[in-house]
């Protein structure tokens, strides 16, 4: 396990707190040669929840020059981050909305959803993503693959020239996690400080997690879909093994 000097931004806290945000360096690189750098890789979940106020503050505190948003079309359009002028906006969907169970009719907010299809447990259960082939999917697919090499191509060529980025998806979890994996193994980042880094996504998530949670069950009463909710809103380790394993670099 990676021991490394936390730096400001890696347990920052925006007001409403931005889902997941934390800087990416700082991690140990494999031939013992230095760390990831700091300031210039950040990772959040949607900016949706931020007034423009607080989103302009967290780009001046930050100095964050340019967002990739990982969403799909529907999901940025539906829930659009208050960005400033100053901040440029590159929209780079890794995945179709159909393939993160998303259409125009049902929106993408996950507690809409719930609320018309609670008298539905079954027909919920099949919005929720497999995961496990998702994440596969986004490694291997050549839609996806070719999106993801864009991202991290456009990562590492504005942390050249200095600037930092900040790439989110809506909970900073699946995506995020996967960009970040690709990310990190394009420094020389150790699997296992990969996985490390992933799973604090729990120590960021478990609240909100049990708040949706609490929702979903007075809402549908049904305590098999709120282990079923439990389980795709927290990160599993198996889920970006599955990730490392067929992605080739």
């Known amino acids: 396990m990676c021991n490394f000097v936390l730096s400001k931004s890696e347990d920052c806290k925006m007001k ?26 950040l990772r959040s979940g949607k900016l949706s929840v931020l007034t423009p106020e607080e989103c302009k503050k967290l780009c001046q505190e930050y100095h964050i ?24 906006y590159r929209q780079i969907s890794l995945l179709k909305d159909s393939a993160v169970g998303i259409t125009h009719e049902t929106g993408s907010d996950p507690m809409t959803i719930l609320r018309s299809l609670r008298k539905q447990p079954e027909k919920l259960k099949k919005m929720i993503p497999d995961f496990a082939s998702m994440y596969e999917r986004i490694v291997t697919d050549e839609y996806s693959r070719r999106q993801l090499d864009q991202v991290v191509s456009l990562l590492r060529n504005n942390a050249a020239e200095g600037k930092c980025t900040l790439f989110h998806c809506t909970a900073g979890k699946d ?5 970040s994996m690709a990310l990190l193994k394009s420094y020389g980042v150790s699997d ?34 709120v282990k079923t909710c439990y389980t795709s809103f927290m990160a599993q380790r198996e889920l970006i093994e599955t990730a490392i394993k067929h992605y080739t670099y």
């Open 16 to 41: 409403r707190n931005v889902l997941n945000l934390r800087d990416l360096g700082g991690l140990p690189l494999t031939d013992g040669k230095g760390q990831t750098p700091h300031g210039l890789y």
């Open 65 to 88: 020059a340019s967002v990739i948003d990982l969403r799909t079309p529907i999901e940025a359009q539906e829930f659009p981050g208050p960005l400033p002028d100053s901040v440029e």
């Open 175 to 179: 995506r995020t996690g996967i960009v």
């Open 192 to 225: 296992e400080d990969i996985i490390y880094d992933y799973m604090r996504t729990n120590r960021n998530a478990f609240w909100p997690t049990i708040k949706k949670c609490l929702a979903v069950l007075m809402l549908t009463h049904n305590w098999e879909l």
